[in-house]
């Protein structure tokens, strides 16, 4: 995911088609075939053959990386990802997939199907199981920033109504329940009744995905974050 991010920012700072060519090749592995193998879940723990592995740490079922199960989170910050391939195939006169808009959307329903509010609180959980019960119900702080941030791209990318009201509904948790008013920043984790927990991440951890949820609003859709806060500066000087 993040590997597809990375080649995503090379295509905007050096305009060098060849890593938009592998963030297209990741995107339809991860974002399109996976997916549609399973129902629209996103599995993330494959052998060498991608052979699933349904019983990977099993025995860790919140580690921070590598938890056991599935991560709606994930789902939602792949079809964020969709959309980013997609503005960077515009911006380079490639023909775009058919897919990629409607795996988006597919993608981010599934996240809000199976991972907001599963257990009747608000919040999106950190981690469910392959019958979709919930395995972790806490809520990590970059989950909820990745549903805010997809939802906004897909509001602007579709007109559709009903992803404003899904990005609203993320910053309305995200300010009532992480910002963390006393100290500063987020909280990175809560459990379900929105009390600070430390089960998945013990200490703060970084301001990756806070930081991008902030700035997601006042950029448009581009391929990166640096790559959309140029076009931005370069709107604002014209």
Known sequence: ?????????????????????????????????????????????FDSGWNLLPDYDANEPSDD??????????????????????????AHDYDIPDWLLPDAIALFDSAIDRGWAPDGQPGMVYTIGWDDEISIPNRPYWVQAEMANTALMLSRRTGDPRFEYYYRLA????????????????????????????????????????????????????????????????????
């Not at 990375?6 to 060519?21: M, N």
């Not at 599935?70 to 969709?82: D, I, N, R, V, Y």
Request: hydrophobic letters at 40%; one cysteine or more; proline letters at 5%.
């Open 171 to 238: 910053w309305d948790y995200i300010a009532s329940t992480l910002i963390d008013l006393e100290h500063g920043g987020w909280r990175h984790e809560v459990d379900a009744d929105g009390n600070l927990s430390t089960v998945i991440y013990p200490t703060r951890e970084d301001l990756y995905h806070d930081f991008q949820a902030t700035l997601t609003p006042l950029i448009p859709i581009s391929a990166s974050v640096a790559g959309g806060l140029r076009t931005q500066m370069l709107k604002i000087k014209t």
């Open 1 to 45: 995911m993040h590997t597809t991010e990375a080649c995503l920012a090379l295509t905007d700072a050096t305009g060098e088609t060849r890593w938009l060519d592998r963030a297209l090749h990741l995107a339809k592995r991860f974002g399109h075939d996976i997916p549609e193998a399973y129902g629209g879940r996103l599995p993330e723990h």
């Open 65 to 90: 990386l590598r938890p056991w199960g599935l991560t709606p989170g994930h789902f939602a910050e792949w079809a964020g990802l969709l959309l980013k391939v997609e503005s960077a195939c515009i």
